[in-house]
């Protein structure tokens, strides 16, 4: 069967269009509320001189409550050569977030998603078309040779260079400079071109390019939370592959993928409610998507 563009909100009374669908509205309230922390960060360090909030998402800590990016950590472990605890500590709360809900920061919580959704949001109101082709596509693969090369390059520069590089952290890196020193910093205009190529294709760097996805994308391989597909009675109309923001399919059963972000687009976009969220109790071997 043909793909075809999902259609747009269905009409309510009066002509008004329904209200935002139940797992993007929660996810827009989330990635919002995730991106607010890291916008009053500097400001209460800089205006009230409170260290409450500290860092931002490579380094984050609320209060006493420590959180380090599983990738950044590993990198700092293998430059330095040295178990430094508070790090490895750190790092137990998202590697077990990942572990069972696979590379949901990256859906629900990062600050570059909400900027794309932004993006996103203006494209779709200036074109009036609800979802971007995916024109810039790549193997899937691509993502773990990414992942390996970064800290490989990391590895024999001696120096973390994800921890200077990275999408979520440059955000907030960017917001500190802006409120400390009124200014922002050149490694900015790596944001500026993730943020223009959503204008061509939805998730470029998301899906291919970004090594901290590629590694909880590897630690949520066997993650206990998938998108579950009733094979019986999918008509195979391709709008959940229309709303996937990564060009998954979850009609062919890519939703339970090392790449699926659990994001829940596939789920609000399927009008016959043959998707949802299963929690996999057992331990099963899904080779399907985490092969491809």
Known sequence: ??????????????????????FL????????AAFLLIVL???????????F???????????????????????????????YTPSLIGMVIPVGIALVLGRVFCSWVCPMSFLLELVDGLRRHLSG???????LLFAKRVLWFVLIGEIGLSMVLGAPLFVFLSPPGL???EMMMLVFFKNLALEGLLLVI??????????????????????LAFLGRHRRLRIHLDKDGCTSCGACGNACPLGLLPEQGEGTSAYCWNCGECVDSCRQK?????????KTAVKRGNEQ
């Not at 993730?194 to 590694?215: A, V």
């Open 1 to 22: 069967m043909t793909r075809q563009e999902e259609p747009g909100p269905l009409p309510a009374a009066g002509g008004k269009t329904t209200r935002l669908p139940r």
């Open 129 to 135: 078309q609800r979802h971007l082709a995916n024109r």
């Open 194 to 215: 993730i943020m223009l190529l959503e204008l061509l294709t939805r998730r470029f760097f998301c899906r291919t390019f970004c090594p901290l996805g590629g590694m």
């Open 171 to 173: 955000v907030g890196r």
């Open 53 to 83: 909030l500290q860092g931002w998402y490579q380094s984050f800590s609320i209060g006493n409550l420590w959180f380090v990016s599983p990738l950044e950590g590993l990198e700092s472990l293998l430059i330095s050569k040295t178990l």
């Open 274 to 282: 043959m998707l949802s969220f299963r929690w996999q109790l057992e």
């Open 25 to 32: 509205g929660r996810r827009r309230r989330v990635l919002a």
């Open 41 to 51: 960060n500097p400001l209460l360090n800089y205006y009230l001189h409170s260290s």
